[in-house]
């Protein structure tokens, strides 16, 4: 009994398509009595975004974070007006993670910090409804050099000028035990590392509302695949093949639900 937001990345939406996965989210939080958030996640432009407004979509991301800065207040303003005006909740972009996420990489060099001031003057100059920031985590499975981490000063000095919710991207902590297990299955995942549980629940209270978890619930899903086939080579039923992932991915969502304190806030 938590609340959720479902994801739709760009590589998700090039797989299966907008409008059948927002059909397919749509459905299935029909039959649930928990809210349901259908989101864009990290919306590439404004056509992008008007796709997603068009399917249905309950949230939308804008990211021009790689744009100077007033060109990211201008792209994010004409986003916010056009989903403002259907009752459409924006996410927007200010600093930039380093990783890989899908087919968009940014390197370390092109990574930066999102600056408190700069924050205050962006939430106000766009009328975003949350603010993504960047302060020292990172998308994909290798965060880089040594462990990622959590720039909490900074974190807190963006809270204290920002009054909207904040959003953590990169935020899955590779848990040892679905890490253990990959690599019993023959998986080179030996430098894969994430964020530790406490800098995640050290973050909450400081502003931090909405967390972005990928990379965790793909190693669960793969674990499972994994697992199957190689446990048992004469299985060719892909429903058991992926129900064993389902199962991995169920347990980790559990998890984070519990780590994050949002059981039974629905």
Known sequence: RAPVFIQVSDGARKYAGMETLAN???DMAGRVRVPVVLHLDHGADFPMVMQALRAGFTSVMIDASHLPFAENVRETRRVVEAAHA???S???????LQGIEDNVQVSEAEAFLTDPREAERFVA???IDYLAIAIGTSHGAYKGKGRPYIDHKRLEEIAKRVSIPLVLHGASGVPAWLKERLLATGAELKEATGIHDEDIQRAIPNGIAKINIDTDLRLAMTLGIR????QNPKE???RKILGKGR???KQVIREKFALMGTVGRA
Not at 90 to 96: M, T
Not at 227 to 230: A, K, L, Q
């Open 90 to 96: 924006v996410e927007a972009e200010l600093g930039r």
């Open 247 to 249: 199962d991995y991915l």
């Open 227 to 230: 697992e199957v086939v190689t």
């Open 86 to 88: 259907v009752g459409v």
């Open 236 to 238: 060719f039923d892909p």
């Open 24 to 26: 397919l989210v749509k």
């Open 125 to 127: 100059e766009t009328g």
